[in-house]
């Protein structure tokens, strides 16, 4: 570096003399050498050329240093620069993937919560089911007692329900009372099952039907549900008579 320095100065030295002792003087002008010899002319031009240039490069070397300092500083900073852009980017992935686990984790949560929310819905529900269920088959229970015994009765009130239909219909209502009460006796006398306290009504009649007949205007006395039954259950036309 130190010979690079001495070479620069000695240059520097050489040039200066050059330019105050001949390039400076009129009489170097390329125009006026030109016209004594070509070839001093072009030798002329090169020398001022040289001259100019040796200049510019005396202002432009330092600034081209300072720009090759400067211009390392930049890479370096660049460099740790991207290694921190790198890191960050570390950072944010990780940050991005917890979020995503994060909300992962929120949306089986709310899942979970709406499981478990309809789990109690049905939980509550089977419960009263169950209790309903358990009323209801005790209901049942009692339901299939009542209809098992009226199908091992069948045979009686059927019968029965025969006669009252067939010899019913020109007797009063204590009349009817009177012969049922007879007709039961005989079949319990001679072991045919019918119901001890049997009724017409409630063997062969349809509440809801009766409930009609009493809203168009039928009594709803015993007699009136029994010639009802005995209107619309008989095979041959019934004589009305209104009293």
Not at 19 to 36: H, L, M, T
Request: aromatic share 6%.
């Amino acid at each position: 570096m130190l010979m690079d320095y001495n070479v620069e100065k000695t240059s520097e030295k050489i040039w200066k003399k050059a330019r105050d002792n001949y390039i400076s003087k009129p009489q170097f002008e390329p125009s006026a050498v030109k016209k004594v010899s070509l070839a001093a002319s072009a030798l002329c031009i090169w020398s001022s050329a040289s001259s100019k240039y040796q200049a510019v490069t005396k202002k432009v070397a330092p600034k081209k240093l300072k720009h090759a300092e400067v211009t390392a500083v930049l890479k370096e900073a660049q460099a740790e620069l991207q290694i921190k852009l790198d890191e960050v980017k570390k950072v944010k992935d990780a940050v991005a993937l917890l979020e995503a686990n994060c909300q992962k984790m929120q949306d089986e949560k709310k899942e979970l919560e709406d499981n478990m929310t309809t789990s109690n819905l049905r939980m509550g529900r089977a419960e009263k089911l169950v209790v309903l269920l358990k009323d209801e088959g005790i209901r049942w229970k009692e339901t299939v007692e009542v209809i098992g015994e009226q199908i091992v009765k069948l045979v009686g009130n059927v019968f029965l329900s025969c006669a009252c239909i067939s010899y019913f219909g020109a007797f009063t209502g204590k009349y009817r009372d009177i012969l049922v009460k007879q007709w039961v006796e005989g079949c319990l006398e001679r072991e045919i099952p019918t119901d001890e306290d049997f009724n017409l009504v409630s063997i062969m009649g349809d509440p809801v039907v009766i409930r009609n007949w009493n809203i168009a205007g039928l009594p709803n006395d015993k007699v009136s549900s029994e010639n009802g039954i005995l209107t619309t259950k008989a095979e041959r036309y019934p004589l009305c008579i209104d009293p």
